[in-house]
């Protein structure tokens, strides 16, 4: 599933979620399914309720890890590139989903 | 699940083994728990209550239930929807021969349950010399009755050994009549499984005709048991090698998972029970304090097997699983004695 910086998201049913050192846990009982949230940026990625969009959520987790370094044009645009391919590799796996297919499902 | 994420150490286990009694209606020759009567000092209702909510605060994502045969436990369908209800998932693993209707209608109420029904050969003969006489017609009837309710999945569960090896097509088709999944367990010599080992266990051309014949059945499942079989994807040594073993590439034992006895005992999983492995009691500790402080879990968070260390397939399989080591080999940090590279290489 391919979403859009103006789509917004959340975690799709069924799925539980659990913080870790490394980042993060997903895990569906039905399916049993098991997905590494690989770094705490992916986390931080899942903090959302369904109220922010993909360029929403990408931006406050940039800032956020930013902090107040001075950080180069090219590499916070390369993050937020990172960014938007981790959130993509979660709603291929299933672990969220676009809010309007949750609102369908 | 790559093992550099559990060598971190996990805030939780993924998943808790809780063998709710040592009661059981069986006797089976394998039994990893050495069940049948039922032990003093097993947990009472409120001690249950109290470890489930332990489980749930910690963020345990689903518990594992075994015994014993739970259906024993009176209380034991409270327990499973307390669980629920506190929005832990669980499954469990029953030989059915106390699933009747009513039970089965109670299960198919309770949300977020996965049901094993055990069954160790495709017919009475195979399987009630492993399991017990009326063990066969018992879990064939608890498939009908549970087939019917609207339970989350069904599984049917099967430890291998080379008296059933010849049977899983039939196994297969058993469970799929039943629209139920297929659950293949590696067999350990744990428990009664000690004394039966030398008569069940699989041999190395064994191991690999089940790696062939999982990797063509994928959607048969085995419960993270048979990650040893990664080797052969790992290393391409066996021709026509065909592909990874979906779940765990390592042993989870005290890194992603515990086994909690009817009595309270916390060990590093269900295979090693015995009393040098014990990490403590839930009645003197609570689970979530015993799995960030116990000694026994870090050790078993450290353990490295040295003899495979610059094997190809060591990331793959983690050399083996560590109750088949320590009870086979004398060591935990032994190589799993079935590691099927050797064969793979002749």
């Not at chain 2, 063509?216 to 065909?242: C, E, K, Q, R």
Request: hydrophobic share 40%; proline share 4%; net charge neutral.
């Amino acid at each position: 599933m391919e979403l859009a910086p103006e789509d917004r998201y959340q975690i799709a049913p069924g799925w539980r979620i659990r913080r870790e050192a490394f980042g993060g846990l997903a895990y569906h009982h039905r399916t049993g399914r098991l997905v590494v949230l690989s770094s705490p940026l992916v986390w931080a990625l899942l903090q959302n309720d369904g109220t922010a969009t993909v360029a929403e959520m990408v931006e406050k987790v940039v800032a956020e890890a930013r902090g107040t370094r001075a950080v180069a044009a090219e590499t916070l645009a390369r993050a937020r590139e990172r960014l938007l391919v981790l959130l993509s590799d979660l709603a291929n796996k299933g672990v969220i989903t676009r809010c309007e297919d949750a609102a369908r499902d | 699940m790559e093992a550099k994420y559990l060598a971190q150490g996990l805030v939780a286990p993924i998943t808790v083994t809780w063998e709710v009694t040592y009661a059981c209606n069986l006797r089976c020759a394998h039994c990893l728990s050495d069940s049948g009567p039922k032990r003093a000092g097993e947990l009472d209702g409120d001690e249950a209550r109290a470890l489930i909510d332990d489980l749930a605060a910690m963020g345990v994502f689903y518990i594992n239930i075994g015994g014993g045969e739970p259906f024993v436990r009176p209380d034991f369908l409270d327990l499973l929807e307390y669980a629920t209800q506190r929005g832990l998932p669980c499954q469990f693993s029953t030989n059915g021969m106390l699933v009747d209707e009513e039970r089965a209608r109670r299960l198919g109420s309770i949300g977020d349950v996965r049901v094993q029904v055990s069954l160790d050969g495709a017919d009475r003969e195979t399987n009630d010399l492993i399991r017990g006489r009326g063990s066969y017609d018992g879990a064939l009837r608890a498939l009908d009755l549970l087939s019917r309710q609207p339970i989350d999945e069904l599984w049917l569960n099967t430890v291998v050994t080379r008296k059933n090896l010849d049977q899983l097509d039939r196994l297969y088709a058993i469970a799929r009549e039943h629209g139920a999944r297929l659950r293949l367990a590696r067999l350990r010599p744990s428990g009664r499984g000690r004394a039966s080992w030398e008569a069940l266990h699989l041999g190395p051309e064994e191991h690999r005709a089940v790696y062939q014949w999982l990797t063509a059945h994928p959607d048969v499942t085995t419960g993270d048991s048979y990650f040893i079989l990664n080797a052969l994807a790992a290393t391409g040594a066996m021709s026509g090698a065909a592909g990874w073993l979906h779940g765990f590439n390592v042993c989870g034992a005290g890194r992603a998972t515990c086994c909690i006895t009817p009595t309270g005992e916390v060990y590093p999983c269900a295979f090693l029970l015995g009393t040098e492995w014990s990490a403590g009691n839930i009645r003197k500790m609570p689970l979530s304090q015993m799995w960030e402080t116990s000694p026994v879990f870090a050790g078993f968070r450290r353990t490295q097997i040295g003899e495979c260390q610059g094997c190809p397939a060591y990331a793959h399989c983690g050399g083996g699983c560590r109750a088949v080591s320590y009870y086979v080999a004398g060591s935990i940090a032994a190589k799993d004695p079935e590691c099927v590279l050797p064969l793979a290489r002749a």
